[in-house]
């Protein structure tokens, strides 16, 4: 199993927002990180030629950005899933992973620093964030067998401007 990571693109000012009074989990991505994530997506689908499932967060910033995606890949459906809000333990994404086909190639849009936590949680199985996502980052970790703990291996991890360089 492959296991795309991607956080979710440049969203709006979390400060200004919620002073707003409005609840931090509505808060959606600015104008220009829509653009730049539609070119992160073009550079991503030339690093991950294709993507069987896309899951995201249920916020919507990574709803957003799922859906970006969701157009550059062809991609009808987009899962929400609780396992991958920012309070959740990566545990709860592999738990689920691991009901999916082995082979697939599988997407999910998430927050730092839970995905960073994500990535190392696969790789050496501790959830101190070892790695570092910057907004519409992404990173491939592949599994030989049953997605677990400590067992991932890294293939790349990419930031934004690395992604869109490689969508020219």
């Given at each position: 199993?492959?296991?795309?990571?991607?956080?979710?693109?440049?969203?709006?000012?979390?400060?200004?927002?919620?002073?707003?009074?409005?609840?931090?989990?509505?808060?959606?991505?600015?104008?220009?990180?829509?653009?730049?994530?539609?070119?992160?997506?073009?550079?991503?689908?030339?690093?991950?030629?294709?993507?069987?499932?896309?899951?995201?967060?249920?916020l919507?910033?990574?709803?957003?950005?799922?859906?970006?995606?969701?157009?550059?890949?062809?991609?009808?459906?987009?899962?929400?899933?609780?396992?991958?809000?920012?309070?959740?333990?990566?545990?709860?994404?592999?738990?689920?992973?691991?009901?999916?086909?082995?082979?697939?190639?599988?997407?999910v849009?998430?927050?730092?620093?839970h995905?960073?936590?994500?990535?190392?949680?696969?790789?050496?199985?501790?959830?101190?964030?070892?790695?570092?996502?910057?907004?519409?980052?992404?990173?491939?970790?592949?599994?030989?067998?049953?997605?677990?703990?400590?067992?991932?291996?890294?293939?790349?991890?990419?930031?934004?401007?690395?992604?869109?360089?490689?969508?020219?």
């Open positions: 199993m492959y296991l795309l990571v991607i956080r979710h693109a440049i969203a709006e000012d979390r400060d200004a927002f919620v002073a707003t009074g409005a609840d931090d989990d509505d808060r959606p991505l600015t104008a220009i990180g829509k653009r730049r994530m539609r070119r992160n997506a073009e550079g991503l689908r030339r690093a991950a030629t294709h993507i069987e499932l896309l899951a995201a967060s249920p919507v910033r990574a709803q957003q950005t799922a859906r970006i995606l969701a157009d550059e890949f062809h991609l009808r459906d987009v899962e929400t899933l609780d396992a991958l809000r920012p309070d959740a333990h990566p545990r709860e994404l592999l738990t689920w992973l691991g009901k999916q086909p082995a082979d697939a190639t599988v997407a849009v998430g927050h730092e620093p995905v960073g936590a994500l990535v190392s949680w696969c790789l050496a199985g501790v959830v101190t964030a070892a790695v570092t996502f910057k907004k519409g980052g992404a990173a491939l970790v592949e599994f030989d067998r049953k997605p677990a703990a400590g067992r991932g291996a890294l293939h790349w991890l990419l930031t934004p401007g690395q992604l869109r360089a490689l969508a020219e």
